[in-house]
């Protein structure tokens, strides 16, 4: 009896076992009839998965039976539909998802630390989603903010720039330690400079980019001054996707690019992932310098490229809210910057990055949680050598170094959403000139720690219709280690003698930084908003221990340098009209309060050419800023999408106080450099089955070229000229094979810096892919 009951037992399992059946989906946009990549897919609500990068999904060991399928995505209605499984069979369907006609369903995090729908949040917030980026012709990370309303980019030679600066709403082009830019929400600009190296990333890694306006600091501290940019990274969706391109453009630039990506479980949300990035690109570059100083300089030559990179990820989902995810990413480069004498590969810069993150994350019930430690270093090396009356050749040799750890805790308590958290970080540089045609050797070295504890409450009252949030952050931040010193000094440096300090004073500052904004939804189609917030940052370390050559004179360390602060007042606006055009209208003005500006300090030094002023960074008082901006959408369908905006701008320094009353010079009333008084930016999206078209155009007025507003003898003129650029994108996807055919400044526009160096004019890209 027990040997039948045995048989049965291993019949009725092997029958169990082979009665297992297969589900296969492929998801598409009804209108367009392209693949969908990444929507959510659940059966019964209890098991789910995501499509991949074809639209493809599978359920496999699944029981005979009734099922409910669920699909989602973001700018689609959801579909739901009953499926039956039948035994011992493989089942493949087809879904076709309708695209809503205007959507705000897109969540953001940046704003707030906490998930919040765009509509739901006031304050300005402009989004880069997926498809935008797939849309806009960029070479670069920075290159696709270009077009969003108030945005300056300051990248002079396009790719061939071994730096960049993006900056918002009148702050200086020049500035970046002013915008906190973040990449998966940890800071990458430096302590030392406040840069950030916008040439780290591969494009293909970038899921969005999250762009907030005005002052962050009530929840970001120091370079959230005037906004903050969090570039955010693709996850693994499936269990194993590829993709991999070459391209070839004009100044014989050629590019290869690959990412793998992969998940060790079938079940979404759950299980390891893990992806691999990397690129390579190197170009025979262009002469970038003027006519002027082509005849007067017998050694110029291209400026050229050579960079790679490569990054890991490696993360585990405990489940849909809960896991842990480490990064790695290492980037190297070689610029040469378009002078030979004698050295092999002339005047160059080099950047070895290394920038590493761990984060864990969780929620449970009413509570999340957000951990993050993050190290990032650099190498930073430039080969500089000129023959003028002598021959002189030395290397800066500066190693920049960021570390910290950031948290985040937010709880849901009726109507409120309380987040609070405490931030740590430290910053260092330690950096040389070495001469190798004299004795010479110029130290700067310094350290900075930063202390950052933070609440904010989000209150949803009147049936959510009205939205508060108040937050507030305290910060301490405290210099020390700093020095400036010279080693066996001679001709070269002997006029710097005078300013060494080997025992810097140190300093500590520390400031509140207070936020409340309130927004009124009448309806889904229209809002108002209000908003204060407070922006707060200390000085970089460049401009505390450091000093040396800048453009027009020389450069003096000031130490006793303090943090400058930054009121913003706004109101803003967004109405939806016939279910296609969506308008929003910003105004601001903002104060800056001790606003750090190089100074002339009545003194003069001679640096072996005559005589030079001495300039400081000091505090000058007050910066005046006000501006609008304003945005169209409209979506003639899924498959035509229109936008247009316009940014005005208008920044003064609004009362100005010299060092020394011997400074014959008065900057009240002057406007702050390369700023944009006028911006318009258009452009077209046209999603279509023979081939995707993109064409943007933006244009850029006049900027002041220096801080006295007067006429340049190299600019020839005391302002930038106006320009307009036009780029054009062409992309077709042939199932599993891809091409893109890239015109940037299709009207070949040459514009100048402030040394007369010239722009890349038309570049164009021709690129060739597949994806598996």
Same mark, same amino acid.
């Given at each position: 009896m027990k040997k039948i009951i045995f048989i049965l037992f291993l019949f009725n399992f092997s029958f169990s076992s082979f009665a297992q059946s297969t589900l296969v989906g492929k998801i598409f946009n009804s209108v367009t009839s392209e693949e969908i990549s990444y929507a959510n897919v659940t059966l019964n609500k209890s098991i789910g998965t995501t499509s991949n990068e074809n639209g493809t999904f599978r359920f496999e060991n699944l029981k005979p039976g009734d099922y409910i399928l669920n699909i989602s995505f973001v700018g689609f209605e959801s579909l739901s539909q009953k499926i039956k499984i039948e035994e011992n069979k493989i089942l493949e369907f087809n879904f076709r998802l309708q695209p809503r006609i205007y959507t705000t369903d897109d969540i953001v995090i940046t704003a707030t630390k906490t998930e919040n729908y765009i509509q739901d949040i006031p304050t300005r917030i402009n989004l880069l989603t997926p498809r935008q980026i797939q849309g806009i012709t960029a070479q670069t990370t920075d290159e696709l903010l270009n077009n969003i309303p108030g945005i300056t980019i300051s990248r002079s030679f396009g790719i061939f720039s071994h730096k960049s600066s993006v900056t918002m709403r009148g702050l200086s082009g020049q500035e970046q330690a002013r915008i906190l830019v973040l990449i998966d929400g940890v800071p990458t600009n430096k302590s030392d400079g406040g840069s950030v190296n916008w040439n780290l990333l591969n494009t293909d890694m970038i899921e969005r980019i999250e762009v907030i306006k005005g002052p962050g600091s009530s929840l970001y501290g120091s370079n959230a001054m005037g906004g903050a940019i969090n570039i955010i990274t693709k996850k693994p969706a499936e269990e194993f996707s590829g993709r991999f391109s070459v391209d070839y453009g004009t100044y014989n630039t050629m590019r290869g690019r690959i990412n793998l990506s992969g998940r060790l479980s079938e079940i979404a949300n759950k299980g390891f992932y893990w992806n691999l990035n990397s690129f390579y690109r190197q170009s025979d570059g262009y002469i970038t310098q003027s006519e002027a100083d082509q005849q007067a300089n017998p050694y110029i030559v291209n400026s050229t490229l050579q960079e790679w990179s490569a990054s890991a990820k490696l993360g585990y989902d405990f489940n849909k809210n809960n896991g842990f995810e480490l990064d790695f990413i290492y980037y190297d480069d070689k610029r040469e910057t378009g002078e030979k004498v004698y050295q092999p590969d002339g005047n160059k810069t080099d950047h070895d990055t290394y920038h590493i993150r761990a984060r864990y994350f969780g929620e449970s019930n009413k509570l999340t949680y957000n951990i993050s430690f993050f190290y990032l270093n650099e190498n930073y090396k430039k080969v500089n050598e000129y023959l003028k009356d002598d021959y002189t050749f030395y290397d800066v040799l500066s190693v920049r170094e960021d570390l910290g750890a950031? +948290?985040?805790?937010?709880?849901?308590?009726?109507?409120?959403?309380?987040?609070?958290?405490?931030?740590?970080?430290?910053?260092?540089?330690?950096?040389?000139?070495?001469?190798?045609?004299?004795?010479?050797?110029?130290?700067?070295?310094?350290?900075?720690?930063?202390?950052?504890?933070?609440?904010?409450?989000?209150?949803?009252?009147?049936?959510?219709?009205?939205?508060?949030?108040?937050?507030?952050?305290?910060?301490?931040?405290?210099?020390?280690?700093?020095?400036?010193?010279?080693?066996?000094?001679?001709?070269?440096?002997?006029?710097? !003698?005078?300013? /060494?300090?080997?025992?810097?004073?140190?300093?500590?500052?520390?400031?509140?930084?207070?936020?409340?904004?309130?927004?009124?939804?009448?309806?889904?189609?229209?809002?108002?908003?209000?908003?204060?917030?407070?922006?707060?940052?200390?000085?970089?370390?460049?401009?505390?221990?450091?000093?040396?050559?800048?453009?027009?004179?020389?450069?003096?360390?000031?130490?006793? *340098?303090?943090? /400058?602060?930054?009121?913003?007042?706004?109101?803003? %606006?967004?109405?939806?009209?016939?279910?296609?055009?969506? +308008?929003?209208?910003?105004?601001?003005?903002?104060?800056? %309060?001790?606003?750090?500006?190089?100074?002339?300090?009545?003194?003069?030094?001679?640096?072996?050419?005559?005589?030079?002023?001495?300039?400081?960074?000091?505090?000058?008082?007050?910066?005046?800023?006000?501006?609008? /901006?304003?945005?169209?959408?409209?979506? *003639?369908?899924?498959? *035509?999408?229109?936008?247009?905006? #316009?940014?005005?701008?208008?920044?003064?320094?609004?009362?100005? $106080? @010299?060092?020394?009353?011997?400074? @014959?010079?008065?900057? !009240?009333?002057?406007?702050? =450099?390369?700023? @944009?008084?006028?911006?318009?930016?258009?452009?077209?999206?046209?999603?279509?089955?023979?081939?995707?078209?993109?064409? =943007?155009?933006?244009?850029?007025?006049?900027?002041?070229?220096?801080?006295?507003?007067? #006429?340049? /003898?190299?600019?020839?003129?005391?302002?930038?000229?106006? #320009?307009?650029?036009?780029?054009?994108?062409?992309? $077709?996807?042939?199932?599993?094979?891809?091409?893109?055919?890239?015109?940037q400044n299709i009207l070949d526009t040459r514009f100048y810096d402030s040394k007369g160096a010239v722009c890349p004019g038309r570049f164009i890209t021709i690129e060739l892919g597949t994806k598996f």
């Open positions: 950031l +948290s985040s805790v937010s709880y849901s308590l009726n109507k409120n959403k309380i987040t609070t958290g405490i931030d740590f970080k430290q910053g260092a540089v330690d950096a040389k000139d070495v001469y190798y045609t004299s004795t010479d050797i110029v130290y700067n070295r310094g350290k900075m720690n930063f202390l950052g504890l933070f609440v904010q409450d989000e209150i949803s009252i009147l049936n959510e219709k009205l939205k508060i949030i108040a937050g507030l952050r305290f910060d301490y931040a405290r210099y020390f280690d700093g020095s400036f010193e010279i080693e066996n000094p001679t001709g070269e440096t002997t006029f710097m !003698t005078d300013f /060494e300090n080997t025992d810097m004073q140190e300093d500590a500052w520390n400031a509140l930084s207070p936020k409340l904004s309130a927004q009124y939804n009448f309806n889904q189609d229209f809002r108002f908003y209000a908003s204060y917030a407070k922006g707060f940052r200390p000085s970089i370390l460049d401009d505390l221990c450091r000093s040396g050559r800048m453009r027009g004179g020389f450069k003096l360390a000031n130490p006793t *340098l303090q943090p /400058e602060y930054l009121n913003n007042f706004e109101i803003g %606006t967004d109405i939806r009209l016939f279910n296609k055009l969506r +308008s929003s209208a910003t105004l601001y003005y903002s104060l800056g %309060t001790d606003f750090m500006y190089y100074v002339n300090t009545g003194d003069s030094i001679d640096m072996g050419y005559g005589l030079r002023p001495i300039y400081k960074r000091s505090n000058i008082s007050e910066v005046s800023i006000y501006g609008a /901006e304003i945005e169209f959408n409209y979506l *003639l369908n899924e498959q *035509l999408i229109f936008n247009a905006n #316009y940014a005005y701008t208008h920044s003064q320094i609004s009362n100005y $106080k @010299p060092l020394s009353e011997s400074d @014959p010079i008065d900057l !009240t009333d002057k406007y702050l =450099t390369d700023v @944009p008084a006028n911006m318009v930016s258009l452009s077209v999206y046209w999603k279509n089955r023979i081939v995707n078209t993109s064409l =943007t155009a933006k244009y850029t007025d006049e900027m002041w070229v220096n801080d006295l507003n007067q #006429y340049d /003898e190299i600019v020839l003129d005391d302002k930038y000229p106006a #320009y307009t650029t036009i780029d054009l994108k062409f992309s $077709k996807d042939f199932k599993r094979i891809f091409a893109n055919l890239s015109i």
